[in-house]
């Protein structure tokens, strides 16, 4: 992804907005949501999350890594997870607090 771990906490949040967007759409949208594809569906979109989170959080860390920069692999890593950590928590307070 990018060096910048404000970019990187907001692009995981956006992706998770994007797949939350479509997850709730998609299910006004499904005629027959209870079929044999819905586990296969939901089974590759927890595939693909799984790999797109790992690349936002993981790609440029392991670039730093292999450059031999571990700390700044380190740092880039937390701060990534920290920033990302600080949305998820305004998320959950804007959720109980009723206020969206």
């Known amino acids: 992804m990018t060096k910048n ?9 956006g992706y998770i907005i994007l797949i939350a967007a479509v997850m709730n759409f998609g299910s006004k949208m499904a005629s027959h949501p209870n079929t044999f594809l819905a586990p296969i569906a939901f089974i590759s979109l927890f595939t693909l999350s ?6 936002i959080f993981c790609y440029q860390p392991a670039q730093f890594y292999f450059e031999n920069k571990k700390k700044q692999a380190v740092k880039l890593f937390l701060e990534t997870t920290l920033i990302f950590a600080l949305i998820t928590v305004l998320a959950l307070v ?3 607090s009723g206020r969206i």
Do not use: Q
């Not at 799984?50 to 690349?55: C, E």
């Open 5 to 13: 771990p404000f970019i990187n906490g907001i692009a995981a949040t």
């Open 50 to 55: 799984a790999a797109v989170m790992g690349y």
């Open 94 to 96: 804007l959720l109980f």
